[in-house]
């Protein structure tokens, strides 16, 4: 509805400049406005006459302005002044249509008109009025209204004669050709084509005439053309009725033929390629195993390894053509033929009851397969009721349960995930809105509580026959319960026009993303206009012209009008939608927000599960440690993957093929509890590695390769015994022209030629090969030791321990607090806390701990973030099963009970998903269980350790620390390729983990080792010694890369470009951040290399996240530290970071890096490990009831080879390297003073 300042808006130039006319009128309550102009000699073209005897019947108190000739308007005036001028014209009547139409009309009296049509019918000549308007001449072919349309036709009789006698006297010397086709009920096609003929024509008489007479002669033919083609035009639509009725009886005739569907009378029957059928007039199930095959070289065949099912259930129409499906699952693969067997069991009972009449009723939503041309086929009828949007496996669920509440909106299908992978139908029609209490009641009648929630899932949704609610049926399998609670609430508050725009709405391009957007779709009714009787472009077409009143024209001009190109062009402009519900558009209103992205209210939250019968997690205080499942059965054959290659590449292509068949066989719930458990005793292995172990001998204890066995154990690997094949690191070296940078500027040397000089450097490209190891029980020889992990039996002792360790592995605060519900634990997202229920076992307690712990650490939000910052957030599936798979991993390692872990729900959970997002899941997986394994490990031995110094030393025989020697997972060279490890023996014949003494090469550390043996040195002096060594390192160049804190505090800081920084009076403060990694600066790396390996290729130990904008990069160079700010573009210096430093930035500290990754794997295999005590002492360790790890063994039989030889005493050498430190310190110092003065 425009305002009249919202008219006077639009013509406010043309007011004031006072050459054009502008008419203002009313209609309703809104004010329109439109331009004029006169001719030159003052009078009103005819269409604008007519147009403003329009407007005035329109409105008669309609005025036309002009700012030159009207008063009380004017050029220098504002719009409210020009406003308030037209409004005094209206409002008054001055300057109405009536005195200016008459003021400037040409037309002559009517006596004089009639007079002169009068002497021209008497001529026989038709009459216009424009030669009397100053001897205007009219154009014969425009129909101008300066006559009459007897006249005109008279006129056009006459020209078409005169042009007849003129033709018949030419030669028009014309060929032509023609492509007409008639297809009888769908296409007619007329066309022809001429082409002028040179020999036959005859120009001469035409030639003759003047050029302008020429083009007025071409233009009459033209015209008469184009009349002949409007009457062809007239008979095509003839054709049009007629080629309808042909196509009926085509569409009778194709009914009438259909033949009867072939069916196998609800009888199993085979069919090629070994598929099984059954099926009557209305469905038709069949199924296919394929047996997974690997040829067997000592069998001489192939045997199967596992089976691949699909089945699926169609409609059996007659047609043949565009079969609904149903139900089914392609390619579903099972390790063994029993469970698979079981499985199809499951599908074939579920929807057996489809199978017991020949032609069953069809559910109205396949009715449609059993139309043609749209009648029923005969023979077939359709189920009375409606069900609007069946899911997969409805009709196996029990029967919906009717609550007899007038309130039901809709109702949700709840279920079990263990027993619906089964195949057990069930379920149960929960109608919404509910209560808890009917929650939990329509809960335990599948089988769900508090000690299976990971079970719970939403797989159906129906609606009342008289109230069609067309909800996204994946959206509502997707959403929380609380959620549909409350929009199911809000639903009551919308009359049947609402629901139908509801609908509407959720059908539109770019829909609800969203249960919070339907919901607040409740509060914003009047934001979309429905026009629910309108469906196609043709039906908006003639809503507007003939139904809404928008369209204010004589019905003769909107007969011309084709309604399909206007309504397209309608909803095109305002952004409309087609619907099945209706056509809708946007009002104009703002939306508003009222509960997207908040939480549900708290009367609508029934979201919880009720108490088991019987507490099945309820562990007695004490519990026994029990041996690992995989020792009390007999080792499991190897099970290789044969790879057919001769070179190592096609190798490697080999095994990353089976790598990724092995990702997708992984997700049946035996099979992935048995990968986790290889995980828990491989978790530092690589995640290709493990799934490696996990595919050819998942219970495998503890694998080397063959040499490793034979020269650092004293075991042989068994004839026969197939290796385990799994990747190693195999990198190799390049050289390679590169840049030779100045180590002063960090730039490249540029030669006399102006380019940069360059030299050759050799580069190390990282790859991988395949080999095989072999796992412990492959092996014999030399006994080993007990070498398992010092199971936690969840007493009291042990208990506070892990507990203590836990506590510190979180990363946010753990409390006690009594959880309503049935829930273990949870994670508070807002307070950034766990809380764990009161009162559980002591075994339960460390579980849920744990389990949340994964949730605190891989699924944090900021609550305020925006919405696009949690689109990466995994979904709550994903989240569960993450979470679930980390704690079962953890337990699995320290020999906790796992038995009530169930993981069926994994198959459901990974069908539809792509191998990448699977393997990062598995990938996040490893990691994270990993991360907390290593973590506890760390923790017991601190507190262990802060334990052994506080009690009293009962033993005072027992030594206070043993030492061994290890190979360096991080290793860049000969001179820290082993690190000297500390350990404290306990009582019950274990070690706990103590400090990383020192880093360097394999003599060095056996020196020292050697002489902390023999009492010469101290801890603390080693510790110094290699302090020592690395102050030679010092100056070597490093580079540091720094990241902002966590934390509002740097909030404002975050991802921000220099300039704007600096723009909103903010610098770049080192206290405002945090060093993530430091490490050598290698000649030829250039800043830009940095950025590129920290996005791209970032090492294993990077913690950080990808270098981005406001990251500080620090360069270490011959003694100087230059900082420089990550930009927008390129990077921008800042040595206002480095003002307020005092020293050198701060070094990661190898032996604490060592530290924490003592577990890592490097998959070196075959490396050599050394220690010091020999074979004797450690039999005799064992004799004596302690244990000994297989890696003391592995040395000792090393070490037993070189014993003999005499160590050289280190306390003179140390007090030696002391006293030449000194004296270098205070020459250096005195250098320093000198230069100073």
Not at 175 to 198: Q, V
Request: include cysteine; charged fraction near 30%.
């Amino acid at each position: 509805m425009a305002s009249l300042r919202d008219s006077v808006k639009d013509y406010q130039e043309e007011l004031r400049d006072g050459i054009a006319w502008v008419a203002f009128w009313k209609q309703g309550r809104s004010w329109n406005a439109e331009l004029f102009h006169l001719e030159v000699d003052g009078t009103l073209e005819p269409f604008d006459r007519s147009r403003l005897e329009e407007i005035k019947a329109a409105d008669p108190a309609a005025v036309i302005l002009n700012g030159y000739y009207c008063g009380h308007l004017g050029e220098n005036m504002s719009l409210d002044e020009l406003t308030a001028g037209v409004r005094y014209h209206y409002e008054n009547g001055r300057n109405d249509l009536d005195g200016f139409i008459g003021a400037h009309d040409d037309r002559l009296p009517p006596e004089v008109i009639e007079e002169a049509r009068a002497a021209a019918h008497a001529a026989g000549l038709p009459f216009s009025e424009k030669p009397y308007r100053d001897g205007e001449d009219f154009d014969p072919y425009i129909f101008d209204g300066s006559m009459s349309i007897e006249d005109y036709e008279l006129m056009h009789r006459m020209i078409e004669k005169e042009r007849s006698e003129q033709m018949d006297e030419w030669k028009t010397g014309y060929s032509s050709y023609d492509h007409d086709r008639l297809e009888a009920a769908d296409k007619m096609k007329i066309e022809r084509g001429i082409y002028f003929d040179t020999k036959g024509a005859d120009i001469s008489p035409l030639t003759a005439l003047p050029l302008a007479e020429l083009v007025k002669l071409r233009e009459e033919s033209a015209a008469a053309e184009q009349t002949v083609f409007e009457n062809l035009k007239v008979q095509a639509s003839a054709w049009e009725e007629q080629a309808g009725k042909t196509l009926l009886f085509d569409k009778a005739i194709e009914y009438a033929r259909i033949p009867e569907v072939k069916h196998t009378a609800n009888k199993w029957q085979d069919e090629d390629n070994d598929r099984h059928t059954i099926s009557n007039r209305v469905y038709k199930m069949s199924y296919h195993v394929y047996e997974n095959t690997r040829y067997d070289r000592k069998a001489e065949k192939s045997i199967p390894y596992s089976y691949t099912l699909s089945w699926n259930i169609y409609t059996n129409s007659p047609h043949g053509y565009g079969q609904a499906k149903i139900a089914g699952q392609d390619r579903k693969v099972f390790a063994d033929r029993a469970a698979m067997e079981k499985y199809l069991n499951g599908r074939i009972k579920a929807y057996e009851k489809l199978f017991t009449e020949i032609s069953p009723a069809i559910p109205p939503e396949y009715a449609e397969q059993f139309r043609v041309n749209g009648q029923l086929l005969p023979g077939y009828t359709v189920e009375g009721e409606e069900i609007k949007q069946p899911a997969a496996d409805i009709s196996a669920a029990a029967p919906r349960t009717e609550p007899g509440q007038e309130t039901e909106q809709f109702a949700i299908l709840i279920d079990s995930r263990t027993r619906f992978e089964t195949g057990e139908p069930g379920g149960y029609w929960l109608s919404m809105p509910a209560t808890k209490e009917e929650l939990h009641k329509a809960m335990r009648s599948v089988g769900i509580t508090a000690d299976n929630p990971q079970d719970f899932f939403i797989h159906g949704y129906s609606d009342r026959e008289d109230r069609h609610i067309a909800l996204p049926y994946d959206m509502v399998c997707a959403a929380q319960v609380d959620e549909l609670n409350f929009l199911a609430a809000r639903l009551e508050t919308l009359d049947a026009s609402g629901i139908a725009a509801l609908n509407a709405a959720t059908q539109r391009r770019n829909g609800f993303e969203n249960i919070g957007q339907l919901i607040d779709f409740t509060y914003n009714e009047d934001f979309f206009v429905h026009i629910p009787e309108v469906h196609t472009p043709r039906e908006l077409g003639d809503y507007y012209l003939n139904k809404s009143g928008m369209v204010q024209m004589p019905a003769e001009w909107k007969n011309s009008i084709d309604p399909i190109a206007f309504g397209r062009n309608a909803a095109a402009q305002e952004k409309g939608s087609f619907t099945e519900y209706g056509y809708l558009v946007e009002s104009g209103d703002e939306w508003e927000k009222h509960f997207e992205g908040r939480d549900v209210p708290e009367e609508y939250r029934i979201m919880s599960y009720p108490q088991p019968t019987i507490e099945l997690d309820a562990a007695p205080a004490v519990q026994t440690a029990t041996i690992p499942e995989a020792q009390q059965q007999e080792p499991r054959p190897v099970i290789p993957i044969v790879l057919t290659s001769e070179k190592p590449a096609e190798k490697l292509k080999e095994i990353t093929d089976r790598l990724e068949q092995g990702i997708t066989e992984l997700f049946d719930s035996e099979r992935y509890k048995e990968y986790l458990r290889v995980m828990s005793k491989f978790h530092n292995y690589s995640f290709n590695n493990t799934l490696l172990i996990a595919m050819q001998k998942p219970d495998a204890s503890l694998i080397a390769g063959f040499s490793a066995w034979k020269n650092n154990f004293g075991r042989n690997v068994m004839k026969g015994q197939k290796g385990i094949k799994i990747l190693a690191p195999s990198p190799f070296k390049i050289k390679k022209e590169l840049e030779k940078i100045d180590p002063q500027t960090g730039k490249a040397f540029i030669g006399k030629d102006g380019k940069p000089v360059t030299e050759e450097k050799e580069i190390t490209i990282p790859a991988f090969k395949v080999v095989s190891v072999f796992d412990v029980s492959q092996t014999e020889g030399k006994e080993i030791p007990d070498i398992a992990v010092n199971m936690l039996t969840g007493d009291v002792e042990h208990y506070k321990d892990v507990f203590a360790a836990l506590e510190k592995t979180s990363p946010v605060p753990v409390g006690f607090e009594k959880i309503e519900g049935g829930a273990h634990g949870y994670y508070h997202l807002e307070d950034k806390r766990i809380a764990l229920d009161e009162g559980m076992s002591e075994l339960q307690t460390l579980k849920t701990l744990i389990h949340e712990i994964a949730h605190a650490k891989l699924h944090d939000i900021d609550l305020n973030a925006p919405l696009e910052d949690l689109e990466n957030r995994p979904d709550r599936r994903t989240r569960e099963v993450q979470a679930e798979s980390i704690a079962y991993t953890v337990c699995q390692h320290y020999g906790l009970d796992t038995s009530d872990y169930s993981f069926g729900y994994v198959a459901g959970w990974s069908a539809g998903r792509d191998l990448a997002e699977l393997k990062s899941s598995l990938e996040t997986i490893r990691s994270t269980a990993a991360e907390i394994i290593n973590s506890i490990d760390e923790h017991i031995a601190e507190l262990q350790k802060e334990q052994a110094q506080d009690a009293p030393r009962e033993k005072a025989a027992m030594q206070e620390y043993i030492y061994k020697i290890e190979a360096n997972p991080r290793t860049t060279g000969d001179n820290d390729r082993f690190f000297l490890q500390a350990y404290l023996p306990q009582e019950n014949g274990r070690a706990k983990i103590g400090d990383v003494l020192y880093i360097g090469s394999l003599a060095k550390c056996r020196e020292l080792m050697g002489g902390l043996n023999a009492g010469e040195l101290t801890q603390g002096e080693v510790k110094e010694l290699y302090a020592k060594a690395q102050e030679a390192e010092a100056d070597k160049d490093t580079f540091s890369i720094y990241q902002l804190k966590q934390g509002d505090e740097t909030r404002d800081f975050r991802f921000e470009p220099y300039d704007r920084l600096q723009a909103a009076g903010n610098v770049v403060d080192k206290t405002n951040y945090e060093l993530v990694y430091s490490a050598e600066l290698t000649p030829g790396t250039s800043l830009e290399d940095i950025y590129t390996r920290f996005n791209i290729d970032h090492p294993k130990d990077f913690k950080g996240h990808s270098l981005s904008v406001s990251d500080v990069v620090v360069l270490h160079q011959n003694g100087q530290d230059a900082a420089h700010y990550v930009d927008s573009f390129g990077y921008k210096e800042v040595p206002e970071f480095l003002q307020e430093q005092t020293q050198q930035p701060e070094k990661i500290n190898p032996l604490k890096h060592v530290e924490d990754t003592i577990e890592q794997n490097d998959n070196n295999f075959d490396g050599i490990i050394n220690n010091t005590p020999t074979v004797d002492e450690l039999e005799a360790k064992v004799k004596a009831g302690e244990q000994i790890s297989l890696v003391d063994l592995a040395e000792a039989i090393k070490a037993d080879k070189e014993r003999g030889k005499e160590k050289p005493s280190i306390r003179a050498q140390l007090k030696a390297d002391k006293e030449r430190t000194g004296k270098k310190k205070n020459a250096k110092q005195k250098s320093q003073d000198l230069e100073r003065s």
